[in-house]
Nanobody, 128 residues
Framework: QVQLVESGGGLVQAGGSLRLSCAAS????????MGWFRQAPGKEREFVAA????????ASRDVAKGRFTISRDNAKNTVYLQMNSLKPEDTAVYYC?????????????????????WGQGTQVTVSS
């Protein structure tokens, strides 16, 4: 069982930066790939970025490439999402998720259904 708690959200002006953190409980955190998703009002939850259990492989959606960076610190049971050059369209609730299965890569980890554990989310609001 893994419990996830996100933090670091808030209100920021366009062009600003935020770093989201996701603290995980449970001894198996370092075994699982992790992901970040976001959900804007009236829209479906969408993939933002994923990272392998070791941190050596990562991927992000096109709109995030060059602006968002996912990383993890297994010693601290924490995964991060550094967000730079934020835009109003990045406004959403951001969720952290854990895969829950032992796998060497992050292939396929772009869909909600592939993840077994979810945090409660943290609100990110970008003003224009």
């Amino acid at each position: 069982q893994v419990q996830l708690v996100e933090s670091g959200g808030g209100l920021v002006q366009a062009g600003g930066s935020l770093r989201l953190s996701c603290a995980a409980s449970g001894r198996t955190f370092s075994s699982y790939a992790m992901g970040w998703f976001r959900q804007a009002p009236g829209k479906e939850r969408e993939f933002v970025a994923a990272i392998s259990w070791s941190g050596s492989i990562s991927a992000s959606r096109d709109v995030a490439k060059g602006r968002f960076t996912i990383s993890r610190d297994n010693a601290k049971n924490t995964v991060y999402l550094q967000m730079n050059s934020l835009k109003p369209e990045d406004t959403a609730v951001y969720y952290c998720a854990a895969d829950g299965k032992i796998r060497p890569s992050i292939i396929g980890l772009t869909t909600v259904g592939e993840y077994d554990y979810w945090g409660q989310g943290t609100q990110v609001t970008v003003s224009s």
